[in-house]
């Protein structure tokens, strides 16, 4: 079936370090792909999602580009803040439900 | 953004009592709710999907008769874990769906512990 693996955390860094947080995926055709953030106490947000090929989705500073050919979705933030400090959940979709990776816990220190 | 709601958003009970769990859309209609079990350091895991009006869909390996899902409004649906003993107990999510967009929003969570 449709799986999502990426990276385990925790990832510490300082803060304004560049940052990647790996996730591949395995799926029949061509699922959207994801990335949720889910800060201390709070439900998961959506942070930004591709929809086909060679898609890059960005927000916040935040970018992730649809790799087909290496099956890949990784995040990347060019300068990390403390602020960010947050779990990151790689997902993709298909017949509209989500299937998630466990989860990369990120801590960003000053 | 859209705002979704659990209660309680942790709960202590004794093994045998059953526990229900609230999920509400608080400023949009959800025509679908989804259920979501996340276990330590795994991922979330789809339960079951919720439409308003219908019987939920249950996923493959999740009993049905344990875990009563109701969806009356399109504001609130709710799960029941029947019958709980501690192998139940595990962080329970869920994310209602915006209709058109497509795109889900998520509550905070509910943390069950079951002794």
């Known amino acids: 079936g449709d799986s999502v693996t990426q990276m385990e955390g925790p990832v510490t860094l300082s803060e304004e370090a560049f940052l990647t947080i790996n996730c591949t995926y395995t799926?029949?055709?061509?699922?959207?792909l994801f990335w949720y953030v889910q800060y201390p106490g709070e439900g998961l947000q959506l942070l930004l999602k591709?929809?086909?090929?060679?898609d890059k989705g960005s927000n916040k500073g935040f970018e992730a580009t649809y790799r087909k050919e290496t099956t890949s979705f990784h995040l990347e933030k060019g300068s990390v803040q403390v602020s960010d400090s947050a779990v990151y959940f790689c997902?993709?979709?298909?017949?509209?439900?989500?299937?998630f990776g466990a989860g990369t816990i990120l801590r960003v220190k000053s | 953004g859209a705002v979704v709601s659990q209660h309680p958003s942790r709960v202590i009970c004794k093994s045998g009592t059953s526990v229900k769990i609230e999920c509400r859309s608080l400023?949009?209609?959800?025509?679908?709710m989804f259920w979501y079990r996340q276990f330590p350091k795994q991922s979330l895991m789809l339960m079951a999907t919720?439409?308003?009006?219908?019987?939920?869909?249950?996923e493959q390996g999740v009993e049905k008769d344990k875990f009563l899902i109701n969806h009356a409004s399109l504001t609130l649906s709710t799960l029941t874990v029947t019958s709980a003993h501690p192998e139940d107990s595990s962080f329970y999510i869920c994310?209602?769906?915006?209709?058109?967009?497509?795109?889900?929003?998520f509550g905070p969570g509910t943390r069950l512990l079951v002794l």
């Open positions: 400023d949009f209609q959800a025509t679908t």
């Open positions: 994310s209602a769906g915006v209709p058109v967009s497509e795109t889900q929003y």
């Open positions: 997902a993709l979709e298909y017949g509209n439900k989500l299937v």
């Open positions: 591709a929809t086909k090929a060679d």
């Open positions: 919720s439409n308003e009006g219908s019987k939920a869909t249950y």
């Open positions: 799926a029949t055709g061509y699922p959207s």
